[in-house]
C-alpha cells in the first residue's frame, strides 16, 4: 500500500485492525498502519486538527490513536546506535533532520512518527510519536512532549517541562499548547489540557483535566477546567477544601492577568512578566 494513500483509504482498515488484531496478519493491514505512522512523521496526517476559528474546538481523530497503538504491536525490538549511545527499542528515531531544518541537541531525542516543523529546535528533551511540534518553538532541556502532543507555533517550553501523553482512550483530545505559549520550568499539562494562544504559565503549575483554573483577575471568580483561555498569564496557587480529616489547601492555577494582544508576543512576555512577577 502506498504511504500516500488517502486518510479515506486507510481509515477503515485501521479501524477494523484495532477491532480484531489478528487482521494484522494479513500485510493489507499492516502496511496501512506503517502508512499512518510514516504520514504522522511528515506532517502529513497529525492526531488532531486546529479549529478555523481561535474559539473553536479541535478535532481529535481516534482512528490515528488507533494507528500508533497498533504500530507498537507489528513492530519487533531492536538494537541500534547512534554514535556513542546504543539504544534497544521498537521505534527507530527520526532522521532526515537537516533536511526538514529541525536542530537537535544532543542527547535530545525525537523519536520516529512524531513531525517537527523547520526551524522548531530541541534541547535535550524528547519528542514522543505521534505527537507535532511547530515552527519556531523551542523543547528546552529536559522538557519533555509526550504521545500525540500539539504543540504549536512559536512555543516556549522552558526546561524540564513535563506535557502529557495521550494515547487511550484513542478518541481523547491530546495535550494542545496553541502558538506562541510560553510553558515555564518545571510545568506540568496533562490529561488533554489545551493551552490557550500566546498564555503564559509560570514556572511549576500543574494542570490536569480535573485541576481549577480560577480567573482572579476580576472582580469575581471565574473557573475554568481543561482549558487556559488564550493570552491568560497562569501561576501555581492553592484553596482551602474540607474533608473529614481537616481543612487543607489543594492545589489549584490562578488566571491573574492577560497578555496584551496589541503587542507583539516578545513585548507582551515581558511585560506580562514584569507586571505580574511570573516566575518563569
Known amino acids: 500500500m502506498s504511504t500516500t494513500a488517502h486518510p479515506s483509504t486507510l481509515e477503515p482498515l485501521i479501524t477494523a485492525a484495532f477491532e480484531d488484531r489478528s487482521k494484522l496478519a494479513p500485510p493489507e493491514y499492516a502496511l496501512a498502519v506503517e502508512g499512518v505512522i510514516e504520514a504522522l512523521d511528515r506532517g502529513e496526517l497529525r492526531v488532531a486538527t486546529p479549529p478555523e476559528a481561535e474559539d473553536g474546538e479541535w478535532t481529535t481523530h481516534a482512528w490515528i490513536k488507533q494507528a500508533v497503538l497498533l504500530y507498537f504491536g507489528i513492530r519487533k525490538m531492536e538494537t541500534f546506535e547512534v554514535g556513542p549511545f546504543e539504544f534497544h527499542d521498537k521505534i527507530p528515531l527520526k532522521k532526515g533532520l537537516a533536511a526538514a531544518g529541525v536542530r537537535v541537541v544532543p542527547p535530545g531525542v525525537v523519536r520516529y512518527g512524531a513531525h517537527?516543523?523547520?526551524?522548531?529546535?530541541?534541547?535535550?528533551?524528547?519528542?514522543?510519536?505521534?505527537?507535532r511540534v511547530g515552527s519556531g518553538t523551542m523543547v528546552d532541556t529536559w522538557a519533555t512532549v509526550g504521545?500525540?502532543?500539539?504543540?504549536?507555533?512559536?512555543?516556549?517550553?522552558?526546561?524540564?517541562?513535563?506535557?502529557?501523553?495521550?494515547?487511550?482512550?484513542?478518541?481523547?483530545?491530546?495535550?494542545?499548547?496553541?502558538?506562541?505559549?510560553?510553558?515555564?520550568?518545571?510545568?506540568?499539562?496533562?490529561?488533554?489540557?489545551?493551552?490557550?494562544?500566546?498564555?503564559?504559565?509560570?514556572?511549576?503549575?500543574?494542570?490536569?483535566?480535573?485541576?481549577?483554573i480560577v480567573d482572579v483577575s476580576g472582580s469575581s471568580p471565574v473557573e475554568h477546567r481543561g482549558r487556559v483561555p488564550a493570552r491568560s498569564v497562569v501561576i501555581a496557587g492553592s484553596r482551602v477544601k474540607s474533608f473529614p480529616a481537616g481543612d487543607y489547601a489543594v492545589p489549584c492555577a490562578l488566571i491573574i492577568g492577560q497578555r496584551k494582544p496589541s503587542t507583539d508576543r516578545k513585548t507582551s512576555l515581558n511585560a506580562a512578566l514584569r507586571d505580574f512577577a511570573v516566575a518563569v
Open 116 to 131: 517537527v516543523e523547520s526551524g522548531a529546535i530541541v534541547m535535550p528533551g524528547y519528542v514522543n510519536i505521534g505527537a
Open 147 to 212: 504521545s500525540c502532543a500539539q504543540i504549536g507555533k512559536d512555543v516556549h517550553l522552558s526546561g524540564g517541562v513535563g506535557i502529557g501523553g495521550v494515547l487511550e482512550p484513542p478518541s481523547a483530545q491530546p495535550v494542545i499548547v496553541e502558538e506562541g505559549a510560553f510553558v515555564g520550568s518545571r510545568v506540568v499539562v496533562v490529561e488533554g489540557v489545551r493551552v490557550g494562544r500566546e498564555a503564559v504559565l509560570g514556572a511549576g503549575v500543574v494542570l490536569t483535566a480535573s485541576t481549577p
